[in-house]
């Protein structure tokens, strides 16, 4: 069964850095999402990506963050300069349209961890 | 922001019987209802869900009832097993991006 990757599977990092979290979409899908769940919180939104751009985006998803497809395969979400409070789960997500069901399919995550 | 609650943290239910996990909303425009299910160190796995214009949605042992007028869904698992142990997250889509928003959680535990 097709099923959404995500690497690396833990990042670790230091304040300040840059880092590039990869996503590889179910083949199909036209819809693609990044969300992030703190420990102990609620998975968020950060943002949703069609047709090459930024559908929409939620008020985290600040100038540090940017998302793109660099080879039509992989979809990326990178964090220019982490922050402590950016240590989190980041989960990708994607949507072929189509479905009847309006579901999103979810990749294991990557656990970000920001020293 | 609030606009998905699930006001139990924990559910135990012993093996065979019924797990009801409830959850509720607060905006209008919200036009699906989804269940998922996760376990630790994986993503959400999708369940089962509702359009809004519905009442009821059955797939197997899940069943999912909104009722609009009280912004109120439920999920019926009937009947329960270990194997469903894990923690059911409520979400709702809506946005122009059908984003989901979703509700804490709540750890079903069903015993042997």
């Known amino acids: 069964e097709p099923e959404v990757t995500q690497t690396p599977s833990h990042q670790v990092t230091q304040m300040g850095q840059e880092v590039i979290l990869r996503c590889v979409p179910i083949?199909?899908?036209?819809?693609f999402y990044w969300y992030r769940q703190i420990l102990g919180q609620k998975v968020e939104f950060l943002v949703s990506?069609?047709?090459?751009?930024?559908?929409?985006k939620s008020e985290i998803f600040d100038d540090q963050f940017s998302v793109e497809r660099p080879d039509g395969s992989n979809f990326t979400l990178k964090i220019r300069s982490t922050k402590l409070e950016d240590s989190a789960m980041y989960f990708c997500?994607?949507?072929?349209?189509?479905?009847?069901?309006?579901?999103?399919?979810f990749g294991p995550g990557t656990r970000l961890t920001v020293l | 922001d609030q606009q998905v609650k699930q006001n139990s943290p924990s559910l135990s239910v012993q093996e065979g019987r019924i797990s009801i996990l409830n959850c509720d909303y607060t905006?209008?425009?919200?036009?699906?209802f989804l269940w998922y299910k996760k376990y630790p160190a994986e993503g959400p796995t999708f369940l089962i869900s509702?359009?809004?214009?519905?009442d009821k949605n059955e797939d197997g042992r899940f069943t999912v009832f909104l009722n609009k007028s009280a912004k109120h869904l439920s999920l019926h698992i009937v009947p329960s097993q270990p194997g469903d142990s894990a923690v059911y997250f409520c979400?709702?889509?809506?946005?122009?991006?059908?984003?989901?928003?979703f509700g804490s959680g709540t750890q079903l535990t069903v015993l042997p």
């Open positions: 997500a994607t949507k072929d349209g189509g479905s009847s069901y309006n579901e999103q399919f």
């Open positions: 979400a709702a889509s809506g946005g122009s991006a059908r984003q989901l928003t």
């Open positions: 083949s199909n899908h036209l819809y």
């Open positions: 509702i359009s809004s214009i519905k």
């Open positions: 905006n209008s425009m919200f036009d699906y």
């Open positions: 990506f069609y047709n090459n751009e930024i559908s929409e």
